[in-house]
């Protein structure tokens, strides 16, 4: 997964579990694109204090993720949403009963192990 796309998950997911500070802040660096420079002018910090809170917040957010894994479960979901989708649009496409059958099938398996696993 690309980092920056990571870096916006986990802050999506567990943002709310930071500080107002620490949330202002990240959201400064993630949402905005703003680097350590300009957040820090534009907080009146030090730009290495602004660089140490934005690495702070990375470590709270992945320990979070690696507790909880609510991006993880996110992505394998999203994943098997996209396979039934696939499959729902090959249904539409297609007059063989037999092979609409067998996708019927598999969107009864890939429903089958959200439901399971959720």
């Known amino acids: 997964m690309d980092r920056i796309v990571e870096k916006s998950l986990l802050f999506d ?8 500070h620490q949330k202002e802040v990240y959201g ?6 703003l680097s350590p420079t300009e957040i820090a002018v534009l907080r009146g910090i030090s730009r290495q204090g602004a660089y140490d809170l934005i690495k702070r917040c990375e ?19 999203k994943k098997t949403v996209a396979s ?4 729902a649009e090959e249904i539409a496409e297609c007059d063989d009963k037999s092979i609409v059958r067998e996708k019927i099938a598999q969107i009864a398996e890939l429903s089958s192990n959200i439901l399971e696993e959720y």
Do not use: A, S, W
């Open 13 to 20: 997911f567990y943002g709310e579990l930071l500080t107002q």
């Open 28 to 33: 400064e660096y993630i949402q905005n694109d």
């Open 59 to 77: 470590k709270i957010l992945t320990d979070y993720e690696n507790r909880l894994h609510l991006v993880e479960h996110f992505q394998k979901v």
């Open 84 to 87: 039934i989708h696939t499959c």
